[in-house]
């Protein structure tokens, strides 16, 4: 079966998941009751994950090597990007970056075109991000 026939078998159960969410009102860069939510409903799917929350405001190289390296360990099937848009473009940058062998600033500069990435879900908590 492929993934996306999963996820469409799925589509009734994310749609209670993004409802019991959208009910944790937090706000910020520290989600701690949005973050073990997701990592609970993650645990009772018997899904193996890791928590990668370090992430800043204007996201830096710096951080997004600390999120590759992880990335590389742990090897997802995908990433979920919880927050805003810091988290969200940091979760792209990574997905592309932890898949390539040269250097990740290559992306931005033009060096290198993006040829596979790690697919990203993107939960948005914070309604004034510009990157949904």
């Given at each position: 079966m492929s993934m996306w026939k999963e996820c469409e078998g799925l589509q009734e159960e994310l749609v209670k998941m993004r409802r019991e969410l959208h009910q944790i009102p937090?706000?910020?860069?520290?989600l701690p009751e949005t973050q073990k939510y997701?990592?609970?409903k993650l645990d009772e799917l018997?899904?193996?994950h890791t928590t990668y929350s370090n992430v800043a405001p204007d996201p830096t190289?710096?951080?997004?090597?600390?999120?590759?390296?992880?990335m590389r360990a742990f090897e997802p099937d995908c990433i979920i990007a919880l927050g805003g848009g810091s988290a969200m473009d940091e979760?792209?940058?990574?997905?592309i970056a932890a898949l390539y062998d040269g250097d990740p600033w290559d992306f931005p500069l033009g060096k290198a075109e993006i040829e596979k990435t790690i697919p990203v879900i993107a939960v948005?908590?914070?309604p004034a991000t510009s990157s949904e």
């Open positions: 937090e706000f910020g860069l520290d997701v990592t609970d018997g899904i193996v190289l710096a951080c997004a090597k600390e999120g590759m390296t992880q979760a792209k940058f990574i997905g948005v908590t914070i």
